[in-house]
C-alpha cells in the first residue's frame, strides 16, 4: 500500500521555521508585514505572515498554508494532511504527483521569494526550507493515547490498592503479634508476681 501511494502521491515538509510562521503573498489592502523589490516583476512585493486563524484553525498546518499560498498566485492544488489513514504531523502534507509536477516550478518560485521575504521581515539570513519525497512522520493516534492513559492510571491505582492492602495485613499481622505478646506477658504476670498470703501488703 505504501509503494502504491507514493507512486501516486508526494510527501512535503517544511522546516526551520525558527523565527515565526512562513509568509503568504499579500493580495488585500491590509498593510503587509515586509515588501521586497525581487517580486516587484511578478507582482509578488508585497508579504504577510501566514495565519492559521484566517482559515479557521488554530495551529499551523502545511496543507494550508500551501492552499493559501498557491491561491494567493492564482493556482490550486490538492493537499491532504493524512495518508493510509493516518494523519500526518502539521508539518507535512501530501499531494498528488501529477499535480505537484505540474506545479512544481511555480511553486519554487514563490517559496524562494517567500525565503526572501522571510529573512527580510525576520533579519538574519534563516528561512523555512520545503523537501519533498520524504518519509512520512504520524501524529499519535489521539483514541489510542488516551486509551493508554487510562490503562496506566488504572494500573497505577491497582498498584496503589495492593500496597495499602498488603501494608493494612502487616499492621493487623503486628498488632496481632503484640495482643499475643500483652497476653504471654499478663499470663507471665500472674503465675510469676502472686505474693505469699503472708505478705504484708495483701494483709493490710
Known amino acids: ?25 499579500l493580495v488585500t489592502d491590509e498593510s503587509p508585514t515586509t515588501t521586497i523589490v525581487a517580486g516587484e516583476k511578478l507582482g509578488l512585493d508585497r508579504w504577510i505572515r501566514f495565519s492559521p486563524e484566517s482559515v479557521g484553525s488554530s495551529k499551523f498546518y502545511l496543507s494550508e498554508y500551501i492552499t493559501v499560498l498557491l491561491s494567493n498566485v492564482g493556482e490550486s492544488i490538492d493537499v491532504f494532511n493524512s495518508m493510509d489513514g493516518r494523519t500526518l504531523m502539521p508539518y507535512q502534507c501530501v499531494v498528488r504527483r501529477e499535480q505537484w509536477m505540474a506545479l512544481r516550478t511555480r511553486f519554487t518560485e514563490v517559496f524562494l521569494l517567500q525565503k526572501t521575504a522571510y529573512r527580510r521581515a525576520n533579519g538574519g539570513s534563516t528561512a523555512p526550507s520545503m523537501h519533498e519525497g520524504v518519509e512520512p512522520r504520524f501524529s499519535p493516534d489521539s483514541s489510542l493515547t488516551l486509551l493508554r492513559e487510562r490503562l ?31 497476653g504471654r506477658d499478663q499470663r507471665r504476670h500472674k503465675t510469676t508476681t502472686v505474693l505469699p498470703a503472708e505478705s504484708p501488703i495483701l494483709a493490710a
Open 1 to 25: 500500500m505504501r509503494e502504491m501511494d507514493e507512486s501516486f502521491y508526494v510527501v512535503l515538509t517544511i522546516q526551520s521555521c525558527k523565527r515565526g510562521l512562513p509568509l503568504v503573498p
Open 152 to 182: 496506566t492510571h488504572g494500573k497505577s491505582r491497582t498498584t496503589q490498592h495492593r500496597v495499602l492492602v498488603r501494608r493494612t495485613f502487616l499492621e493487623l499481622e503486628e498488632e496481632e503479634d503484640e495482643y499475643k505478646s500483652m
